[in-house]
Protein backbone atom coordinates (compact mmCIF):
# COMPACT_ATOMS: atom_id res chain seq x y z
CA UNK A 1 0.00 0.00 0.00
CA UNK A 2 2.21 2.61 -0.89
CA UNK A 3 1.39 6.08 -0.76
CA UNK A 4 2.04 7.89 -4.65
CA UNK A 5 4.05 10.82 -2.39
CA UNK A 6 5.98 8.31 -0.50
CA UNK A 7 9.56 9.49 1.23
CA UNK A 8 12.42 7.17 1.14
CA UNK A 9 15.13 8.12 3.59
CA UNK A 10 18.68 6.41 4.29
CA UNK A 11 17.62 3.26 2.70
CA UNK A 12 21.72 1.26 3.43
CA UNK A 13 22.74 -0.87 0.58
CA UNK A 14 22.65 -4.13 2.42
CA UNK A 15 18.91 -3.53 3.35
CA UNK A 16 18.15 -3.04 -0.31
CA UNK A 17 20.09 -5.71 -2.07
CA UNK A 18 18.28 -8.13 0.65
CA UNK A 19 14.60 -6.41 0.09
CA UNK A 20 14.87 -5.28 -3.66
CA UNK A 21 13.53 -8.67 -4.63
CA UNK A 22 10.00 -7.67 -3.57
CA UNK A 23 10.28 -4.62 -5.31
CA UNK A 24 10.09 -6.16 -8.87
CA UNK A 25 6.53 -4.71 -10.22
CA UNK A 26 6.73 -7.41 -12.86
CA UNK A 27 6.34 -10.09 -10.93
CA UNK A 28 2.63 -9.21 -9.69
CA UNK A 29 1.39 -9.68 -13.08
CA UNK A 30 4.00 -12.73 -14.29
CA UNK A 31 2.40 -15.49 -15.63
CA UNK A 32 5.24 -17.96 -15.45
CA UNK A 33 7.73 -18.54 -12.52
CA UNK A 34 12.05 -17.66 -12.46
CA UNK A 35 13.20 -20.25 -14.89
CA UNK A 36 9.89 -21.79 -16.97
CA UNK A 37 10.46 -22.98 -20.00
CA UNK A 38 7.29 -21.17 -21.95
CA UNK A 39 5.82 -21.10 -25.13
CA UNK A 40 3.74 -18.45 -26.49
CA UNK A 41 1.14 -18.12 -28.77
CA UNK A 42 -0.12 -14.30 -29.56
CA UNK A 43 -3.06 -14.28 -32.41
CA UNK A 44 -5.45 -11.47 -33.17
CA UNK A 45 -8.65 -12.40 -32.60
CA UNK A 46 -7.89 -16.03 -33.73
CA UNK A 47 -5.93 -14.84 -36.87
CA UNK A 48 -2.22 -14.86 -37.95
CA UNK A 49 -0.80 -16.58 -34.68
CA UNK A 50 2.86 -16.40 -34.03
CA UNK A 51 4.25 -19.39 -32.08
CA UNK A 52 7.71 -18.59 -30.26
CA UNK A 53 9.67 -20.47 -27.59
CA UNK A 54 10.94 -18.57 -25.13
CA UNK A 55 14.32 -20.43 -24.80
CA UNK A 56 14.61 -21.52 -28.80
CA UNK A 57 12.78 -18.26 -30.36
CA UNK A 58 10.06 -18.31 -32.88
CA UNK A 59 8.61 -21.88 -34.05
CA UNK A 60 7.88 -22.33 -37.85
CA UNK A 61 7.61 -26.13 -37.25
CA UNK A 62 4.52 -25.69 -35.14
CA UNK A 63 1.81 -24.95 -37.40
CA UNK A 64 -1.31 -23.64 -36.47
CA UNK A 65 -3.79 -22.08 -38.79
CA UNK A 66 -6.36 -20.40 -36.37
CA UNK A 67 -6.74 -19.76 -32.62
CA UNK A 68 -10.57 -20.64 -32.10
CA UNK A 69 -10.34 -22.57 -28.74
CA UNK A 70 -7.53 -21.03 -26.97
CA UNK A 71 -8.07 -23.35 -23.93
CA UNK A 72 -7.90 -26.29 -25.55
CA UNK A 73 -4.97 -25.34 -28.10
CA UNK A 74 -2.70 -24.73 -24.63
CA UNK A 75 -3.89 -28.12 -22.69
CA UNK A 76 -3.10 -29.71 -26.18
CA UNK A 77 0.27 -27.97 -26.93
CA UNK A 78 1.09 -28.96 -22.70
CA UNK A 79 0.34 -32.50 -23.15
CA UNK A 80 3.49 -32.54 -25.62
CA UNK A 81 5.81 -31.82 -22.42
CA UNK A 82 8.16 -30.53 -23.87
CA UNK A 83 7.18 -26.72 -21.68
CA UNK A 84 6.88 -26.07 -18.21
CA UNK A 85 3.77 -23.41 -19.51
CA UNK A 86 1.78 -22.82 -22.47
CA UNK A 87 0.45 -19.02 -23.31
CA UNK A 88 -1.88 -18.14 -25.40
CA UNK A 89 -2.54 -14.70 -25.78
CA UNK A 90 -4.62 -12.19 -27.80
CA UNK A 91 -3.17 -9.00 -29.12
CA UNK A 92 -6.95 -7.31 -28.74
CA UNK A 93 -6.45 -8.47 -25.47
CA UNK A 94 -3.30 -6.33 -24.68
CA UNK A 95 -4.52 -3.39 -26.02
CA UNK A 96 -7.57 -3.09 -23.99
CA UNK A 97 -5.58 -3.56 -20.91
CA UNK A 98 -3.35 -1.09 -21.95
CA UNK A 99 -6.18 1.45 -23.24
CA UNK A 100 -8.03 0.79 -19.29
CA UNK A 101 -5.33 1.08 -17.51
CA UNK A 102 -4.35 4.40 -19.16
CA UNK A 103 -7.99 5.64 -19.42
CA UNK A 104 -8.15 8.22 -16.79
CA UNK A 105 -5.64 9.66 -14.78
CA UNK A 106 -4.98 7.42 -11.57
CA UNK A 107 -3.36 10.00 -9.63
CA UNK A 108 -5.38 8.59 -6.59
CA UNK A 109 -4.08 5.00 -6.59
CA UNK A 110 -1.11 3.71 -4.73
CA UNK A 111 1.83 2.51 -6.23
CA UNK A 112 1.13 -1.21 -5.96
CA UNK A 113 -3.32 -0.46 -6.55
CA UNK A 114 -2.30 0.54 -10.29
CA UNK A 115 -0.46 -3.11 -10.33
CA UNK A 116 -3.43 -4.49 -9.52
CA UNK A 117 -5.58 -3.01 -11.86
CA UNK A 118 -3.56 -3.72 -14.29
CA UNK A 119 -3.46 -7.40 -12.83
CA UNK A 120 -7.07 -7.45 -13.12
CA UNK A 121 -7.27 -6.30 -16.43
CA UNK A 122 -4.86 -9.47 -17.28
CA UNK A 123 -6.68 -12.21 -15.68
CA UNK A 124 -10.01 -10.71 -16.12
CA UNK A 125 -11.36 -14.62 -16.99
CA UNK A 126 -11.40 -14.05 -20.82
CA UNK A 127 -9.82 -16.15 -23.15
CA UNK A 128 -8.03 -12.85 -23.85
CA UNK A 129 -5.00 -14.48 -21.91
CA UNK A 130 -4.98 -18.33 -21.29
CA UNK A 131 -2.09 -20.40 -20.05
CA UNK A 132 -1.76 -24.21 -18.83
CA UNK A 133 -0.85 -24.57 -16.31
CA UNK A 134 -2.48 -21.31 -14.88
CA UNK A 135 -1.13 -18.55 -13.41
CA UNK A 136 1.26 -18.98 -10.60
CA UNK A 137 -0.42 -18.50 -6.91
CA UNK A 138 0.43 -15.09 -5.00
CA UNK A 139 3.77 -15.20 -3.80
CA UNK A 140 4.57 -15.88 -0.83
CA UNK A 141 0.86 -16.76 0.30
CA UNK A 142 -0.48 -13.47 0.73
CA UNK A 143 -2.79 -11.87 -2.01
CA UNK A 144 -3.24 -8.22 -2.89
CA UNK A 145 -6.35 -8.38 -0.56
CA UNK A 146 -4.79 -9.65 2.29
CA UNK A 147 -2.41 -6.65 2.42
CA UNK A 148 -4.89 -4.05 1.87
CA UNK A 149 -6.98 -5.62 4.70
CA UNK A 150 -3.82 -5.67 7.27
CA UNK A 151 -2.64 -1.72 6.09
CA UNK A 152 -5.82 -0.79 6.91
CA UNK A 153 -6.47 -2.09 10.08
CA UNK A 154 -3.32 -0.71 11.34
CA UNK A 155 -3.61 2.56 13.44
CA UNK A 156 -2.32 5.74 12.53
CA UNK A 157 0.39 6.92 11.95
CA UNK A 158 2.24 3.74 13.03
CA UNK A 159 5.33 2.13 11.92
CA UNK A 160 6.18 -1.43 10.60
CA UNK A 161 9.88 -2.66 11.41
CA UNK A 162 11.57 -6.23 10.00
CA UNK A 163 14.92 -6.75 11.57
CA UNK A 164 17.04 -10.17 9.88
CA UNK A 165 20.21 -10.86 11.23
CA UNK A 166 22.88 -13.34 10.15
CA UNK A 167 24.89 -14.25 13.14
CA UNK A 168 25.42 -10.42 14.64
CA UNK A 169 24.89 -8.68 11.32
CA UNK A 170 21.53 -7.19 9.83
CA UNK A 171 20.94 -8.54 6.49
CA UNK A 172 17.49 -6.22 6.71
CA UNK A 173 16.63 -3.13 8.78
CA UNK A 174 13.82 -2.22 7.59
CA UNK A 175 11.11 0.94 8.72
CA UNK A 176 7.50 1.60 7.30
CA UNK A 177 5.60 4.45 8.25
CA UNK A 178 1.95 3.67 7.54
CA UNK A 179 -0.43 6.70 7.73
CA UNK A 180 -4.28 5.97 6.90
CA UNK A 181 -3.27 2.55 5.91
CA UNK A 182 -0.69 3.51 2.85
CA UNK A 183 3.06 3.33 3.44
CA UNK A 184 4.28 7.24 3.81
CA UNK A 185 7.83 6.64 4.64
CA UNK A 186 10.39 3.91 4.08
CA UNK A 187 13.66 4.49 6.21
CA UNK A 188 16.36 1.75 7.41
CA UNK A 189 17.88 1.35 10.91
CA UNK A 190 21.09 3.37 9.97
CA UNK A 191 18.81 6.67 10.21
CA UNK A 192 18.37 6.21 13.66
CA UNK A 193 21.67 7.38 15.61
CA UNK A 194 20.34 5.46 19.07
CA UNK A 195 20.09 2.08 17.30
CA UNK A 196 21.62 -0.31 19.30
CA UNK A 197 24.19 -2.62 18.39
CA UNK A 198 22.08 -6.08 16.89
CA UNK A 199 21.63 -9.21 18.98
CA UNK A 200 19.11 -11.49 18.74
CA UNK A 201 17.45 -11.04 22.06
CA UNK A 202 14.66 -9.26 23.64
CA UNK A 203 16.62 -6.41 24.72
CA UNK A 204 17.71 -5.93 21.43
CA UNK A 205 14.26 -5.71 20.03
CA UNK A 206 12.70 -3.89 22.63
CA UNK A 207 14.99 -1.03 22.35
CA UNK A 208 14.66 -0.79 18.12
CA UNK A 209 11.16 -0.42 18.95
CA UNK A 210 11.79 1.87 21.29
CA UNK A 211 13.87 4.05 18.84
CA UNK A 212 11.75 3.52 16.28
CA UNK A 213 9.12 5.22 18.29
CA UNK A 214 10.85 7.96 19.51
CA UNK A 215 12.14 8.40 16.14
CA UNK A 216 9.10 8.46 13.84
CA UNK A 217 5.63 6.53 15.41
CA UNK A 218 5.06 4.17 17.37
CA UNK A 219 5.48 0.26 16.19
CA UNK A 220 2.27 -1.35 15.64
CA UNK A 221 4.07 -4.75 14.12
CA UNK A 222 7.90 -5.62 14.19
CA UNK A 223 9.76 -8.95 13.74
CA UNK A 224 13.09 -9.95 14.72
CA UNK A 225 14.90 -13.23 13.41
CA UNK A 226 17.50 -14.69 11.56
CA UNK A 227 17.90 -15.08 7.78
CA UNK A 228 16.72 -18.38 7.93
CA UNK A 229 13.55 -17.76 10.12
CA UNK A 230 12.86 -15.15 8.02
CA UNK A 231 13.53 -17.47 4.70
CA UNK A 232 11.28 -19.94 6.60
CA UNK A 233 8.37 -17.77 7.14
CA UNK A 234 7.99 -16.34 3.80
CA UNK A 235 7.54 -19.88 2.01
CA UNK A 236 5.54 -21.35 4.71
CA UNK A 237 1.51 -21.51 4.53
CA UNK A 238 0.85 -22.02 8.40
CA UNK A 239 3.55 -18.29 8.98
CA UNK A 240 2.13 -18.31 12.71
CA UNK A 241 3.41 -21.60 12.97
CA UNK A 242 6.98 -20.76 11.67
CA UNK A 243 6.70 -17.94 14.11
CA UNK A 244 5.99 -19.70 17.44
CA UNK A 245 8.76 -21.99 16.43
CA UNK A 246 11.28 -19.66 16.36
CA UNK A 247 10.13 -18.21 19.27
CA UNK A 248 10.95 -21.33 21.79
CA UNK A 249 14.03 -21.17 20.29
CA UNK A 250 14.60 -17.67 20.82
CA UNK A 251 15.16 -17.23 16.93
CA UNK A 252 12.71 -14.60 16.84
CA UNK A 253 11.38 -11.85 18.42
CA UNK A 254 7.80 -10.15 17.31
CA UNK A 255 5.09 -7.59 17.88
CA UNK A 256 1.65 -7.41 16.32
Known amino acids: MIDPNWRLD ?4 RTWRN ?25 EGGARPRVVDDQLGPRADIQIERVDDPRGL ?5 ERAEWDRVHVI ?24 YYHLVYQLVWD ?21 DLARFAAALPSPCCAGLVVLNEVEVEVGLVLQFENGRISRVTTLEAFSSSPSPSLDRHYFDAVCAAIT ?5 VAVALLCTSAVFEAW ?21 RL
Open 10 to 13: DLDP
Open 19 to 43: IGRFFMPSQYIAANQPGEHGLYVLH
Open 74 to 78: ALELH
Open 90 to 113: DRRHLRHVAREAQASPRRELTLDA
Open 125 to 145: GSDGYVCVPEKPAPRYGWSYG
Open 214 to 218: EAIAP
Open 234 to 254: LEATDKFAVLQDAARRNQAFW
